[in-house]
Each structure stands twice: as C-alpha cells, then as structure tokens.
C-alpha cells in the first residue's frame, strides 16, 4: 500500500461517527418532509378555465393549493411532449382528455405509476384525500410511534389470525420499549419540539379491505410499491410512520413477532446522523399541512384538530428536505431486502463540518503523496 493511500484511510478512519437521541419516529414527524407525487394531467390544446384552477389546487403557489405532497403537471399532446413523457402516456392512454397518470415520488423505493384515469372534479378530491388516510394521518399527528396498516388478503380466518399476531406484539412492545433518553444537546438545539416526558410508545393498528371503494387509490398505492405484492392473496401489514413514511411490508407469514419487533425497536430507537444514498421505503399521498399540524399540536396540550377534509387544511410551507431513517427490510418478510437510511440532525452542522476539514486534509496529504511517488520514480 502507498503512504499517500495509507494515510488517506487513517484520516478517514478518524472521522467520529455522531448519533441523535431523537427517537426515528419522532424526528420523521417533526423534520422529514414527504416526497411528492407527480400527476401528469395530458391534454391536446388550450384546457378549460375550470379545467386550469383544478389545476391551480396542486401549484404549491396557489392560495387554495391542497395541501398534500402532490405535484401537477399539465402536457399538452398536440406540443411535442419528451420522450419519457410520450411513453408514459403510451402506457396509459385513454380516448377521455384531460386523462391523469398519478407516479410514485422521484428517487424512493417504489417506481411507476400509481393510477390513471379522467381528470375531473371527483378524481382530484380523491388523489389526495380518503377518509382512511385522514384517521391514519390524525393517528400520526397524536404521536403514536407507528400506525400498522393491514391491508386485509380477502380470506377472514388469516387476516384474523394476522390481526391478532399484530395486536398482541404490538401490545407487548408498548410495554416493554422505552424511548432513549434525549440529549441535552438535542434539546438545546430544538431537535425537537417536545419534552422528553411527553415521548410515549404506542402503536396503532388500522385494518384495510382491499375492496373498499374509497380507499381504491391506498390500496394501489400499499400494492404496487413491490413488484410482487399486487399478486399475493396474504394478509400485508405495513408500518407507518412519520408524515406517512412506510418502512416495508410484511407478508403473510412475514407477520410474526420478530419482524415486528425488528421494525418497532428501530422506529422507537435513536436515530443515527449519517445518511445513506438511497432510502428504502416510501411516502404515501396524504393530505396535511405537517408543519403547522406538527406545531401546533408541540405547542398545546390538546389533541390534534379533526381533519374532515382538504378545505380544513392549509396550504403546506413548504419546508426543506431533510433526510431521514429507515432499517433494512428483513429477509423474512417476503421482499426484497435494502439498505438504511437515517436521519440528519442539528449536530450535523459540526459532523459536516468536521468531514470538510478530514477531506481538505486528506485530499492535500494525497496530492503530496502522489507528487513524491512521482519523484521517487523519476
């Protein structure tokens, strides 16, 4: 091994590893934002003036904007669209225009289209809202570590049998979990918004028919995240978390107490600052103003405000994207397994900081390395 190099990895090696004590759950809620959904509304000409402020409810600028983690974006057909564009549409192309083509967050673990059909009225109220994911979302905002979704598999006695499986781990790990305890520095720093007495954990768990007619667009969304899931007749139950982060799903047999317990201790653990590339995982489409709803409720003893609708919320402020925590999927539950994300936190300013100046270092050391190897050549 050249010194240069052999220097270059003792520099890197003395790097410290940084952790937050802000348990993943919580840090989600306060300081990840969704991802958006991207509609693609395609058109050929001039839309409607009603079919432009239908438009106007997803432009985060709008004063009426929903607020939800959804995006729009109108194509007109007759304009020469891109390539990526044209062969979306290929794929979903309907004889009614405007025609949506709901897609998955950019980057996430989940890919492709979620839905497509007529842009109207009726189908813009449903992208974004369902009165499923209005209980799942007041759920989040009451502080519970995760909600359990269970995405029923149609055969009662093994979603039953799931259900209870669920339950009664759950149960379990509410008794037996602790929050780690906060920091003195993470509460200095705002990491957080909430007294440490105030971290409590609970899990809830919401069970979902896959034919509910409202809930068409949960469903598809819980079911086309994996490749193999639309396909499997078993009971899935996927962890939520945060503002609507799934962690992964867990597959008929997949549902047993040591996944659970696996998904439980990591959401209810300290979070680590260092952040992986690629986040396993992915957002579902609510409809919430996060940041107002999150203060809101830090700053009161009272429940969070019913959500009855999209007309109850305001629009989201849009705040900056943070990257937070996920544990790999374990091999058991019938998917494909991950990497870990984790979340940053305000001690990541001297953590970043500090990798700055070892890199500055280091990249001189290996510049006056090579230069001697050089030399020693000639």
Not at 103 to 126: H, I, K, N
Not at 170 to 182: F, S
Request: one cysteine or more; aromatic letters at 6%; glycine letters at 8%.
């Amino acid at each position: 091994m050249q010194p240069c190099l052999f220097f270059l990895l003792l520099c890197l090696a003395a790097i410290p590893v940084q952790s937050c004590s802000v348990p993943v759950f919580r840090y989600a809620l306060e300081r990840w934002p969704a991802s958006p959904y991207e509609l693609f509304v395609f058109h050929r000409g001039q839309l409607s003036p009603a079919q432009q402020e239908l438009m106007k409810r997803f432009s985060p600028d709008a004063t009426n904007a929903m607020p939800a983690n959804l995006v729009a974006r109108a194509v007109d057909l007759d304009a020469d669209p891109p390539a990526q564009l044209a062969s979306l549409w290929g794929q979903h192309q309907s004889d009614a225009l405007p025609a949506g083509v709901l897609v998955y967050p950019r980057g996430g673990l989940a890919q492709g289209a979620v839905w497509s059909g007529a842009f109207d009225e009726a189908a813009a109220g449903r992208l974004a809202d369902s009165p499923f994911r209005r209980r799942l979302t007041q759920r989040l905002l009451r502080g519970e570590s995760a909600v359990w979704i269970l995405l029923e598999g149609g055969d009662k006695a093994k979603d039953d049998a799931a259900g209870a499986v669920l339950r009664k781990r759950l149960d379990h790990l509410q008794q037996t979990l602790k929050p780690p305890k906060l920091d003195a520095e993470d509460v200095t720093n705002r990491v957080i918004s909430v007294a440490e007495s105030e971290l409590k954990i609970a899990f809830g768990l919401l069970r979902l028919s896959r034919t509910d007619p409202a809930e068409e667009l949960l469903v598809r969304m819980l079911l086309r995240s994996e490749d193999d899931l639309a396909e499997s007749k078993e009971p899935c139950a996927f962890p939520v978390f945060g503002r609507g982060r799934v962690l992964y799903a867990l597959v008929g047999d997949g549902i047993n107490d040591e996944n659970i317990d696996e998904a439980g201790s990591f959401l209810t653990g300290p979070c680590s600052c260092i952040v992986k590339e690629e986040n396993p995982g992915f957002d579902l489409l609510l409809a919430a103003d996060w940041d107002r709803l999150v203060r809101l409720t830090a700053t009161s003893e009272s429940e969070p405000p019913e959500l009855t609708g999209l007309t109850s919320l305001a629009a989201p402020s849009g705040a900056d994207q943070v990257a937070g925590g996920v544990p790999a999927k374990p091999a058991s539950s019938n998917t494909a397994s991950t990497n870990m994300a984790v979340p940053r936190t305000a001690s990541s300013a001297r953590w970043s900081r500090a990798v700055l100046v070892a890199v500055g270092v280091c990249a001189g050391a290996l510049i006056v390395g090579t230069f001697l190897v050089l030399r020693r050549k000639e």
